[in-house]
């Protein structure tokens, strides 16, 4: 059973960083894909960077390219999300998911809600990027 724990998110200030986490059980990323994804209040959940179990190939949505950074540890068993100058804008709950269909390989079609391409999701951290 695929179980997704995110933390590390707060409240910073524009220009800062954070660094969320998203632990999988044992096992998971040996042949699971993890996808991190933000929901704003009054917004479509919305993907932000994925990192696929196949070959490690990585995906980042037009507006967090250049700030942030997904990696993995399959010894910690946990999936990274670096975010570097954080602005309002990025201000969500960040979840991560594992793709539904061929898990091996992140699900990239944006056609589709990701609450019917992703699933497993953890509860979500906030993160509030203000001055």
């Known amino acids: 059973q695929v179980r997704l724990v995110e933390s590390g998110g707060g409240s910073v200030q524009p220009g800062e960083s954070l660094r969320l986490s998203c632990e999988a059980s044992?096992?998971?990323?040996?042949?699971?894909?993890i996808g991190w994804f933000r929901q704003a209040p009054g917004k479509e959940r919305e993907g932000v960077s994925c990192?696929?179990?196949?070959?490690?190939?990585?995906y980042y949505a037009d507006s967090v390219k250049g700030r942030f950074t997904i990696s993995r540890d399959r010894d910690q068993s946990t999936v990274y999300l670096q975010m570097d100058n954080l602005g309002p804008e990025d201000t969500a709950v960040y979840y991560c998911?594992?793709?539904?269909?061929?898990?091996?390989?992140?699900?990239?079609?944006?056609?589709?809600?990701?609450?019917?391409?992703?699933?497993?999701w953890g509860r979500g951290t906030q993160v509030t990027v203000s001055s």
């Open positions: 990192i696929s179990a196949d070959d490690g190939s990585t």
């Open positions: 998911a594992t793709p539904v269909m061929n898990p091996e390989n992140c699900d990239t079609d944006t056609s589709r809600p990701a609450r019917y391409r992703y699933d497993f």
């Open positions: 044992r096992s998971t990323l040996d042949y699971h894909s």
